[in-house]
């Protein structure tokens, strides 16, 4: 199935569930639920959000991992949608840099 097939349907909630169900992947199909809950979305919105973010974020080192999947691929589609969401949802962990009030470091230490 090809990644913008399986994009569009990601309106409807069904479609987007089985999409995720189709990845084989149940640890991730519930990671996904989890992260939609947490963002107030839908799993279908979570989801093509995902590819959205990987699409105007990911680093290139991002891209040649994404190139190297679907060169081995079976199904390029589902397991370029697998990469693209694990990717968006290892981004979500990654807490946001602290700044320091009353300081111009930015987060980085360096406080002035």
């Known amino acids: 199935m090809q990644l913008g097939e399986i994009i569009r349907g990601f309106s409807e909630e069904a479609p987007a ?5 189709a ?5 991730l199909f519930a990671q996904v639920g989890e992260a939609a809950g947490r963002f107030e979305e839908t799993v279908g919105e979570y989801a093509s959000g995902a590819v959205r973010r990987f699409a105007n974020l990911a680093v290139s080192e991002d891209w040649l991992g ?3 999947v679907i060169e ?3 199904d390029p589609g589902i ?5 693209m969401v694990k990717w968006s949802l290892k981004q979500d962990e990654t807490p946001p840099v602290p700044v320091h009030e009353g300081c111009t470091c930015g987060g ?3 406080c002035s």
């Open 66 to 68: 994404l190139m190297n």
């Open 17 to 21: 569930n089985e999409a995720l169900l």
């Open 79 to 83: 397991d370029c949608l697998t990469y």
């Open 72 to 74: 081995r691929a079976s």
């Open 23 to 27: 990845c084989n992947d149940i640890v």
């Open 108 to 110: 980085n230490g360096g």
